[in-house]
């Protein structure tokens, strides 16, 4: 684990000690740290994200679980030979993830009692990662469908970007060549939209330049950033890296409005995803409601709990 001070933000990755656990958008987790006078303390945290040294169809895959140029063929006994149509992608993941051990990504806002503790245990070793041992109780939690929809709105606040980026690994792995046009795993999604609203700059930098990279680039994806506790130094620093971040909170109302009739003129599904604090919640809720009040009927609404 490692601690970010300026985006006030705990990043824990944990590997499993059994292999074939298969992870899913909206698992989540209760995290205990052992050995401690409050060893039984637990708390539930939402899987970030999730990285495997090669990727399902056996290429191995750098830090940021983008593959390598070249493969290593000592690396693809598993998947590498090829599937006949009809089989889907969830089977073929599955069979990858039956054999393999994932890397899970949590992302933890240090309040007070245990992750005011693992943030000390972090500051106590500066610079460098801290190994400890945690228990996982799960996984708990329902994954949606979401790849189904042809328009996805994702709104997140803080650390409820683990709510979204799951899907948008998701969607990167059923949108791949490998995966058949008549496979019945293969997204639907052709337009997917990441509103995303935080206090602290560093956290927005740091997911861009990690997870949310492979996403960035891609033709079927935007990304609106807002942090509602910088400087204008900070969207400077964005701009120059690309990333455009405004001050302040996205008019939700007028967001989920226009994203309604968008997909409706252009006759798609739209789903939207919702995890954040309880005012953004209750806002995205009500502009939903309203869009199917003038009509917009074919919105799938998702909301995640919000409670770390």
């Known amino acids: 684990m490692t601690y970010d001070e300026a985006a006030d933000v705990i990043r824990l ?12 958008p909206g698992d989540y987790y209760f995290l205990y740290q052992p050995f401690r006078f409050t060893g039984w303390e637990s708390h539930p945290f939402t899987v970030g994200a999730w990285s495997y040294d090669v990727d399902p169809l056996g290429a191995p895959l750098d830090n940021y679980g983008k593959p390598w140029n070249s493969l290593d063929n000592a690396q693809l006994p598993l998947l590498s030979g090829s599937f006949p149509d009809q089989e889907s992608w969830d089977v073929r993941k599955a ?69 979204a980026v799951p899907y948008l690994q998701d969607h990167l792995q059923r949108s791949a060549n490998h995966c058949s046009s008549t496979s019945e795993g ?31 680039s891609r033709d079927d994806f935007r990304a609106s950033f807002y942090a509602t506790g910088s400087s204008d130094r900070f969207r400077q620093d964005f701009n120059a890296l690309g990333y455009t971040v405004q001050m302040g909170r996205p008019d939700l109302q007028s967001l989920i409005l226009t994203r309604a009739s968008e997909a409706s003129a252009a006759g798609m599904k739209l789903a939207i995803l919702v995890c954040g ?12 409601h309203l869009a199917t009040k003038q009509g917009y009927q074919d919105i799938k609404y998702v909301e995640e709990s919000f409670t770390w």
């Not at 990755?13 to 899913?24: F, K, N, W, Y």
């Not at 790849?147 to 997140?156: D, T």
């Not at 604090?277 to 939903?288: K, N, V």
Request: proline residues 8%; hydrophobic residues 35%; positive net charge.
């Open 277 to 288: 604090p309880a005012g953004m919640a209750d806002e995205a809720r009500a502009a939903t």
């Open 13 to 24: 990755e944990i590997t499993p000690g059994i292999s074939g656990l298969q992870v899913r």
């Open 95 to 163: 069979q990858f993830q039956r054999s393999s051990t994932p890397r899970l990504i949590f992302w933890i806002r240090p309040y007070d009692g245990w992750t005011r503790q693992l943030r000390r245990q972090c500051l106590r070793a500066p610079n460098q990662p801290v190994h400890t041992t945690i228990l996982l109780e799960g996984p708990y939690g329902h994954s949606h469908p979401l790849w189904r929809y042809e328009s996805l709105l994702m709104i997140v606040g803080g650390t409820g970007i683990a709510a």
């Open 186 to 216: 293969k997204s639907r999604t052709r337009d997917i939209e990441l509103v995303w609203t935080t206090r602290q700059p560093a956290f927005l930098r740091g997911l861009a330049d990690r997870e949310l990279n492979p996403m960035l």
